[in-house]
């Protein structure tokens, strides 16, 4: 197609089509920056979770950092990034948790969507008393091969003991919604 110039341009998708994408989008969008959640839970209890077992990233110091160390523990792996606002309320509670149900075999591990030094600044600011691994811009597209369809944050995925995923999330994960899962899955075991 032609404009009246004579240059070529490219075909546009019908509007009704544009504007479904633009509405989905900023729905999307809405939905996680007002704290509806997308989660599932008892449909993914039985999923291997050797794809997050089998992720191997950078720490802040920069030494590579395999998941499976943390093989056998209840492991609370979350998808975040500083410039996320549910990202930041979420992490204070997931710093108290870690303090308290270490010794029972939970472990968070923080993998940021960001750039080193601001994920590092944060980290100190926030005090946060687990592994952050960096998994830059790339990460968004790791959570996307996890479940994350919408490649929004923050992004959660849960462990159980024997290496199934127990839960994944996007949105915020409530401080409620957290513990309770936590206590289901540690009884478990």
């Known amino acids: 197609m032609s404009d009246p110039a004579g240059v070529e341009t490219a075909t546009r998708p019908p509007i009704h089509r544009r504007r479904f994408i633009v509405g989905a989008t900023c729905a999307a969008i809405a939905a996680v920056a007002t704290g509806v959640v997308l989660s599932r839970r008892d449909h993914v209890a039985s999923r291997d979770g050797s794809t997050v077992l089998g992720m191997v990233l950078p720490?802040?110091?920069e030494h590579e950092q395999a998941l499976a160390q943390w093989r056998g523990k209840v492991l609370v792996v979350n998808f975040w990034a500083t410039w996320c606002a549910p990202c930041r309320e979420e992490m204070p509670h997931f710093v108290a948790v870690q303090t308290r149900d270490a010794a029972k075999g939970?472990?968070?591990v923080g993998i940021a969507v960001d750039q080193?030094?601001?994920v590092r600044e944060f980290a100190n600011e926030v005090g946060v008393n687990y592994p952050v691994l960096i998994g830059g811009f790339?990460?968004?597209?790791l959570s996307r091969t996890l479940g994350n369809e919408l490649s929004a944050l923050p992004f959660t995925i849960v462990v159980d003991r024997s290496g199934s995923v127990a839960h994944t999330q996007l949105g915020p994960l409530?401080?409620?919604q957290l513990d309770k899962l936590l206590q289901r899955l540690l009884q478990a075991a």
């Open 59 to 61: 720490d802040l110091a």
């Open 106 to 108: 939970v472990q968070f």
């Open 116 to 118: 080193p030094d601001k």
């Open 138 to 141: 790339g990460a968004i597209e």
């Open 174 to 176: 409530k401080a409620a």
